[in-house]
């Protein structure tokens, strides 16, 4: 394996990795009547689809819906999840263990395990097909992860900090926001982009819970949307490439948060 | 040292903690063990429900779909987790060598970290578009001259669960090859040394000091990405539906068929609580056989 | 200890909350009858609210305006919705405190839960059963069992027929050496092998999502004849689905697959696709309703045409979109009203430049050749009585069992017989 050259190596790996965007990216950049996915780039390159796909599809509702969604679900979540990841880090009470572990039972819960009866239970207190259907869930569904991620960091922390605080008599509001908090920022940060990933991403709850149409997320609106023009596929495409840009974007921005992020939770 | 279980600590603990808890409570646990609850029973959503007592779950076994559901989950993980794990792991020495600093080595991080971040519906309409009569696939195979192998991918039959198994390794080779090859640089160098030292070869020094050391790497890959082979229903929605003929259909949107198509909730239940107990089994035994020593 | 029973009572409140209480909910009803009915607009605000899926949310919305000028005290709300399985979900949606008045039909079996009204009344008094063709009204009465179609219990309204027939390109017949259209199974079959000869998709068709079966009915019901294909599709107890006719539909499509009569990754691919393929020249033939002569029309224009399937007797796939009345609704009267706009002659040409055949076609006129040929096979077909619901929607699970089995018999992984019997056994779990 040290016969092949690291850099060709990876140059193939990324290439693989890219090659079906490309391809989309291609296609949707072609005259209407293009027939398939394919290498050839054309001369003429045709952004008339961007703009009827945008148009068409009602684009600037779904990212509406999807951005009012993800707005509240991040910082709920995320400040939620440091609370209760402090908790568990600073206090000791009866049963913590348990408590701890029956929180993290949640991370290998499938969201298609429970989907059926929160359709149910959702329907019956009236935020079905409402924005509510899937901001509830996700605000659930997120803690066990992110208590677990917080929990971890704060254990790494030098012990001295939380006992210097302690030993002054600070309270526990202000060890957290003013000792703790300046110094885990970028966990926390690292934190509040996998929620956002993960709710702008979301489409099982969208697609069960929301069925207005009028409502529907950046997710469920690109399939809709996919099922109706299957036959024009540059717009098809252009519609895919819509949805998949602002993911694209994000990720080259924070990329640095998101890669060393993942890579430092697998060690813990 | 901190306080241990005083008044006050639970009061504190309870103030920080309360609301995640109840959260989680309400919108997590609560559906679960609704679906615990319904298994029991047969109801269509609307009218009566009536009890079935375990019946449910002998049909589980006993229908074909649900079972071959299940059964494609089971293999889904071999490419989403297994597969990519595995490429992970040879080429994690390879590439753990490039310098960090070099241009190729940071576009190429980026890149191949990009499917993990990108929306499960948009991977799967474009891979869609690939694997379809028109995509790339068959063009690439008659542009080599084996155009008589072009096929509908997605309609074939014995084919088409390995083409969602195919997405699964493209959705995960690129964090596995970075997860593991990030390990590898920590790996102190001298353990390798002493391995050739004692005149042991690459791949001595691969199971004896490269696997041992990537053991929470792995843990943490195999978890991660099999968490997302047992659910996939995204993916299998977009692409195939469940076809040709229920050949792809995963246990998540077999969940969705029974409830809402065949109106068999409580049988819906049933699928949904094996789903979630073969996830926890799988992951305990991974994470129980992976601990580190 | 305090913090612990607050933590339990969180749970059991929870889990109440979950399960949403409906394991304690009423006994099947059926649809109630309302008291009395009237055709008088009351005069103050109201609003209608209106659930239903698009296409036909456009000419809803087309009738809704016309509705409101006539009465500016009432607001229609047309909504176009995307339940996961329209079936399941229109029904909790009328179950729910905020449901619509009035509901796309799903199926006509679904009112046996009370949601929906009985219709006959405003039937009677608006004379609907004189504006729409027998064929096509029985398909939303039921008997009082809710078992069987074609009953005394009217559930829902058609407000729009569909057709199945045989769409073909006339430019790739003539190429084909084929002179006249063909009008029983062996001339269409003789045709088939003709465009083979001469290098062309003899029919055009897409199977990911199930519509080969159109073409088991189509042979199938025109060897059966309309009436005894009708028992079956309307869930007529007794009757099979193991006939002459649908076991040589069955087989046919298997032998045209096998001939290369129709596209070999016909499962590949949906019937929307289908159509795109036709509508750009590749196929002769297309096996499909008039839902899509709009697109068809718009593409191809003078160059295609459109008969009914051949066979030995004059039959057609036929269906429709209904509506119901919600049996919570607060303005049944003024529901009554818009259904009865929906189907007068005013409103036909709305349904037709939105690419409906609207039921009242005794006003119908078409614009182009297409669908004068779609209204001239339609006047042809329900004069011989011929007219038979869609196989798919005799069961709620049927469509998906027709899709599974005729993926399985394409992919030469199921025999005719299993086929015919796969689909019998879903048939005889409701009927």
């Known amino acids: ?268 | 040292m901190r306080n241990k279980g005083g008044r006050e600590s639970i009061k504190s603990a309870t103030t920080f903690i309360a609301p995640a808890f109840i959260l989680y409570t309400i919108f997590v646990i609560a559906p679960w063990l609704a679906a615990i609850f319904f298994s029991f029973f047969n109801w269509d959503g609307i009218g009566e429900a009536v009890w079935n007592s375990y019946r449910n779950y002998i049909q589980v076994i006993k229908d074909p779909e649900q079972l071959q559901s299940i059964k494609n989950s089971i293999l889904l993980i071999v490419f989403f987790s297994f597969i990519p794990v595995f490429f992970g792991l040879i080429s994690a020495t390879s590439i753990s060598n490039l310098s960090a600093k070099s241009k190729i080595a940071k576009i190429s991080r980026v890149v191949i970290f990009l499917p993990q971040v990108l929306p499960l519906v948009a991977v799967g309409i474009s891979w869609k578009l690939i694997f379809s009569p028109n995509g790339i696939i068959n063009q690439l195979l008659s542009l080599v001259g084996l155009g008589r192998l072009e096929k509908g991918w997605l309609g074939d039959f014995n084919f088409a669960i390995y083409a969602i198994g195919i997405v699964g390794i493209w959705l995960g080779i690129g964090l596995c090859s970075l997860l593991f090859s990030t390990g590898i640089q920590k790996i102190d160098k001298h353990l390798y040394e002493s391995i050739q030292i004692d005149g042991g070869g690459r791949i001595r020094e691969f199971t004896s000091v490269t696997l041992p050391s990537l053991r929470p790497e792995i843990r943490f890959a195999i978890t991660i990405t099999t968490i997302s082979a047992l659910s996939g229903f995204d993916l299998v929605y977009v692409m195939t539906n469940g076809g040709p003929g229920g050949k792809t259909l995963v246990p998540g949107l077999e969940v969705f068929r029974l409830a809402f198509t065949y109106q068999q909730f409580g049988q819906a239940c049933s699928l949904a609580v094996t789903l979630s107990t073969i996830t926890f089994a799988f992951i305990l035994s991974v994470n129980k056989l992976l601990k580190d020593y | ?431």
């Open chain 3, 1 to 431: 200890m305090r913090r612990k029973l607050n933590k339990s009572l969180t749970l059991t409140a929870a889990v109440l909350l979950a399960i949403g209480m409906p394991v304690a909910s009423a006994f099947a009803m059926g649809a109630p009858t309302p008291a009395s009915v009237s055709k008088v607009i009351p005069n103050k605000p109201i609003t209608l609210r209106i659930f239903t899926t698009a296409p036909q949310n456009k000419v809803s919305q087309a009738v809704a305006t016309v509705f409101e000028k006539k009465y500016p005290n009432v607001k229609v709300i047309v909504q176009a919705t995307d339940f996961p399985d329209y079936a399941q979900g229109i029904q909790l949606a009328l179950k729910s405190s905020n449901g619509p008045d009035i509901a796309l039909a799903a199926n006509a079996f679904s009112s046996k839960n009370g949601l929906t009204i009985n219709l006959a009344k405003y039937s009677k008094l608006y004379g609907w059963d004189k504006i729409i063709p027998s064929t096509v009204a029985e398909q939303w009465k039921v008997t009082p069992d809710y078992k069987t179609m074609a009953g005394s219990i009217q559930v829902a309204l058609p407000v729009d027929i569909n057709i199945v027939g045989l769409y073909y390109n006339k430019k790739l017949l003539q190429q084909a050496g084929i002179n006249t259209l063909p009008k029983t199974l062996s001339e269409l079959e003789a045709a088939l092998a003709s465009a083979k000869k001469a290098n062309l998709l003899p029919i055009q068709m897409g199977n990911s999502q199930g519509h080969a079966s159109f073409l088991i009915q189509c042979i199938g019901q025109s060897q059966d004849g309309a009436e005894s294909a009708a028992k079956w599709a309307l869930g007529v107890s007794n009757s099979t689905f193991a006939t002459t006719g649908n076991k040589l539909g069955a087989q046919k499509l298997l032998d045209w697959k096998n001939a290369g009569y129709i596209p070999s990754d016909v499962n590949s691919y949906a019937l929307q696709d289908a159509v795109t393929n036709f509508t750009q020249g590749n196929g002769v033939f297309l096996n499909d309703g008039n839902w899509d002569a709009g697109t068809i029309d718009a593409a191809m224009g003078s160059n295609v045409g459109f008969i009914p399937f051949p066979g030995t007797n004059v039959v057609a796939i036929g269906g429709g979109d209904a509506f119901q009345i919600s049996a919570k609704s607060k303005n049944k009267d003024v529901a009554a009203a818009f259904l009865n706009m929906l189907i007068s002659a005013q409103a036909a040409p709305l349904a037709w430049s939105n690419g409906f055949l609207p039921v009242n076609v005794a006003n119908a006129k078409g614009t182009t050749s297409l669908q004068n040929d779609i209204l001239a096979a339609y006047k042809k077909i329900s004069n011989a009585n011929g007219i038979v619901s869609f196989n798919n929607n005799v069961t709620p699970s049927m469509a998906q069992t027709l899709t599974t089995t005729t993926q399985a018999l394409l992919g030469g992984q199921m025999t005719v017989d299993d086929l015919i019997n796969t689909v019998q056994a879903d048939w005889a779990k409701s009927h």
């Open chain 1, 1 to 268: 394996m040290k016969n092949i050259s690291p850099k060709i190596f990876l140059f193939i790996l990324s290439l693989y990795t890219v090659i079906p965007l490309i391809a989309v990216l291609n296609l949707s950049l072609q005259k209407p009547d293009a027939l398939s996915v394919s290498f050839k780039i054309s001369k003429h390159l045709y952004f008339g689809n961007y703009l009827n796909a945008w148009n068409i599809g009602n684009f600037h509702q779904l990212f509406w819906t999807s951005i009012s969604i993800t707005l509240i679900v991040v910082p709920v979540t995320t400040i939620l999840a440091v609370c209760a990841g402090y908790g568990f880090y600073r206090f000791q009470f009866p049963h913590k263990k348990k408590i701890f572990n029956f929180l993290l039972l949640g991370m290998a819960l499938p969201y298609e395990a429970i989907v059926i009866p929160l359709y149910y239970g959702l329907g019956s207190i009236g935020v079905l097909n409402t924005i509510w259907a899937v901001i509830f869930p996700l605000l659930g569904g997120f803690m066990p992860f992110g208590i677990y991620w917080i929990r971890s960091y704060f254990s790494t922390l030098p012990a001295e900090i939380l006992e210097a605080a302690t030993i002054d008599g600070a309270n526990n509001r202000i060890q957290l926001t003013k000792i703790l908090f300046p110094i885990s920022k970028s966990a926390i940060f690292s934190l509040s982009i996998f929620y956002f990933i993960w709710s702008w991403n979301q489409f099982l709850l969208a697609m069960i819970l929301i069925q207005d149409s009028t409502k529907r997320t950046v997710t469920t609106g690109l399939t809709a949307f996919v099922n109706q023009y299957s036959m024009d596929l540059p717009l098809m495409c252009a519609g895919t490439i819509i949805v998949i840009l602002p993911s694209v974007v994000f990720f080259i921005i924070f990329q640095r948060h998101i890669i060393s992020g993942v890579l430092q939770g697998a060690v813990k």
